[in-house]
């Protein structure tokens, strides 16, 4: 709906022109990924993905300073679900954003946009794989997800989805603790809604109060990339329980 804003729109850094083309790559994947066949299954991939993340990291979240982080790293960053208006309102301010944000914040979005945008690619040629198999995403097993995994073409970008993960994180930590973001985001909450733009204003409020509330954050994201590499090291190398960690990652 909003592509025009984006080819439209005239920028003047290479932060802001990483953006525009990770924003026009990422609205034209969502809206031919609206139309495929198999968009139910990827939902049913990402819902898989998000309780395995919970099932292997149930120790970090079972500590009340890391709960919210974590639900917010590994639901919002690392396993979306739907995020549609949030993503077409980012379209619609986009020229905004580069006219009015440094270029470091322009990086940082330009982290998410790329990490959204892979797991989506990444989850939709999971749901091919397992079509080619006649497997129902709906019905999904730890093995025949591995064996899916194993058949991907992409492997290279899981490894890149990892990282980004931690480079997001890592820079949205970085961010929260300047006590001035907190005040404009409380205080642009109304002209938000009246714009419509309250779910793109909840979303990064509420990564805002999720990393305000955490302590190291470097050690959690140097913790959860270590488990996440060597699940996938398990993964390829056919492990019988990939997701049964040792005791000190």
Not at 15 to 44: C, M, N, P, V
Not at 156 to 180: C, F, P, S, W
Not at 183 to 194: C, F, G, I, K
Not at 223 to 244: C, D, K, S, W, Y
């Amino acid at each position: 709906m909003y592509r025009e804003r984006l080819t439209d729109t005239e920028v003047r850094s290479e932060s802001a022109r990483r953006l525009q083309q990770l924003l026009l790559d990422y609205h034209d994947f969502r809206h031919a990924k609206a139309g495929h066949r198999l968009l139910e299954s990827t939902h049913d991939i990402a819902g898989w993905q998000a309780s395995r993340l919970k099932l292997t990291h149930q120790d970090l979240y079972q500590q009340p300073a890391y709960q919210a982080g974590l639900q917010f790293l590994l639901t919002d960053l690392y396993a979306p679900a739907s995020m549609t208006r949030r993503d077409d309102n980012i379209d619609r301010v986009f020229p905004k954003m580069v006219k009015w944000l440094p270029d470091h914040l322009l990086e940082t979005l330009s982290g998410l946009v790329e990490l959204n945008l892979i797991t989506q690619q990444l989850d939709l040629e999971l749901a091919e794989r397992l079509d080619e198999r006649d497997i129902q995403a709906s019905f999904l097993t730890t093995e025949q997800y591995c064996k899916a995994y194993r058949a991907s073409q992409k492997l290279e970008q899981r490894k890149k989805q990892v990282m980004l993960v931690a480079d997001v994180g890592q820079q949205l930590d970085r961010y929260v603790r300047n006590r001035t973001l907190g005040w404009l985001l409380s205080m642009s909450r109304t002209p938000a809604e009246m714009a419509n733009l309250s779910d793109l204003h909840d979303f990064l409020h509420r990564g805002y109060s999720a990393f305000r509330k955490m302590d190291k954050v470097d050690l959690l994201i140097d913790r959860l990339v270590a488990r996440e590499q060597r699940v996938m090291e398990n993964i390829i190398n056919g492990h019988p329980e990939p997701f049964t960690l040792p005791d000190d990652l």
